[in-house]
Structures are given as structure tokens and as C-alpha cells.
């Protein structure tokens, strides 16, 4: 069974602290890996990694892949109470789906 | 900045009854999906659809699910007898290429089974 597994659960930071996000994953077939913000409702993109070594970056926020130990980091630097949300991580696989972690809840405190 | 549309935002429904939700995706998108999420749990995919068929559905899409692109605009996922559990979140989302970075996620329907 595809598995996606992100830690920490929670995590309450103050402002200008950096945050690593941390997705681990096991899946057949896998295409790619995606993070996503959830703020209210929906998912939105931030980024997406399929090629290990390679840092995606924009603005505060950096992203990495690991193939061969099968998983992935967010970084987010000096952090401001606009990123408090839910970050998900999701796998791509085959069949066009994507298999969700349950979430890091970032509350970043001013 | 294009978007997809879902509607109802929250629907409450009697057990047993069916419900559609409807989407209307981005205009030059041919991937489809629908998602769900129980509250305090992860985002699930139900069903994808491309070229007016079915591409992959998860063991939860079952024979109550239906989905429909009716007039090459809507999306809808019809429930035929909701139950309890099938109270959640669900998100529909598009994409041009099917991959994940052109996915695009609605603000979702909240589903609530009383």
C-alpha cells in the first residue's frame, strides 16, 4: 500500500525561526513528490521535486527530494505569521493520483 | 487567475438520501479528480477521469459514487445513499497534463451526513 509520512504533526514557532518540514514516502510507481499549503480549504501548490539533489526554491521557501532514501524536506526561513497553515506533502503515482501525508500544522507565533 | 468552482461550499443531508456536487473545472483542462478529507484526517483520492471515462478510482469510489462531465463543462460526483462516514470535505481539481503541477485544487464542499 502507497504510504506518505510527514513529521513533525504540529510545530509552534515565533516569528524569524526556520522550519524544516520533513515527508517520507513509500509507493510503486512513483512520478513525483508535491508540497502543498492549506491554508482554509483548499491545497495550493508550492512545489514540485522529481529529480533528487535538485533544491527548488521561491522566496522564503526551499524544497528538496531524496530518492534513494525516499524522501523529502521544506524549508522555511525567517518565518511570518502568513505561514501558519497546514503543509501537505503528496506523492504522484501512477494512474495520475496523488497519495497525501496527514499534514504538518505550522502555527508561527509574532 | 483561473480557478475551479465548486458548488454547493456546504450541503447538510438526511442518511439515505443522494446528493451531487458539482464542479466546473478550468476551461482548458481534460484531467478531472475528486478528493476527499474527513475532518482531522488525510486528503484522499477517490476517483480521476479523462476523455469522457473513468482513468483510476480508489476502494472508497464503490458503487454508491458516481461521476459525470454532463456537458463539457460540470463535473459532478453523485452519492447515491449517503451514509455517516461519507460526511467530509471533498475537493475537486483539474489539470492540463495530469501532472502534478498543473493540478489545481477547488475551495471544496463540506459534506455533512446527519
Known amino acids: 500500500e502507497d504510504k506518505v509520512v510527514q513529521s513533525p504533526l504540529s510545530l509552534v514557532v515565533h516569528e524569524g525561526d526556520t522550519v524544516t518540514l520533513n515527508c517520507s514516502y513509500e509507493?510503486?510507481?512513483?512520478?513525483?513528490l508535491l508540497w502543498y499549503k492549506q491554508e482554509k480549504k483548499a491545497p495550493t501548490f508550492l512545489f514540485m521535486l522529481t529529480s533528487s539533489g535538485i533544491e527548488k526554491k521561491s522566496g522564503r521557501l526551499s524544497s528538496i527530494l531524496d530518492k534513494k532514501e525516499l524522501f523529502s524536506i521544506l524549508n522555511i526561513t525567517a518565518t511570518q505569521t502568513g505561514d501558519s497553515a497546514v503543509y501537505l506533502c503528496a506523492v504522484e503515482v501512477r494512474g495520475n493520483k496523488l497519495v497525501f501525508g496527514a499534514g504538518t500544522i505550522l502555527r508561527v507565533k509574532s | 487567475e483561473p480557478e475551479v468552482t465548486q458548488t454547493p461550499s456546504h450541503q447538510v443531508t438526511q442518511m439515505g438520501q443522494e446528493v451531487i456536487l458539482r464542479c466546473v473545472p478550468i476551461s482548458n483542462h481534460l484531467y478531472f479528480y475528486w478528493y476527499r478529507q474527513i475532518l482531522g484526517q488525510k486528503v484522499e483520492f477517490l476517483v480521476s477521469?479523462?476523455?469522457?471515462?473513468?482513468?483510476?478510482k480508489s476502494e472508497i469510489f464503490d458503487d454508491q459514487f458516481s461521476v459525470e462531465r454532463p456537458d463539457g463543462s460540470n463535473f459532478t460526483l453523485k452519492i447515491r445513499s449517503t451514509k455517516l462516514e461519507d460526511s467530509a470535505m471533498y475537493f475537486c481539481a483539474s489539470s492540463l497534463t495530469g501532472s502534478g503541477n498543473t493540478i489545481y485544487f477547488g475551495e471544496g464542499s463540506w459534506l455533512t451526513v446527519v
Open positions: 509507493v510503486t510507481n512513483f512520478r513525483s
Open positions: 477521469f479523462y476523455n469522457n471515462e473513468i482513468s483510476e
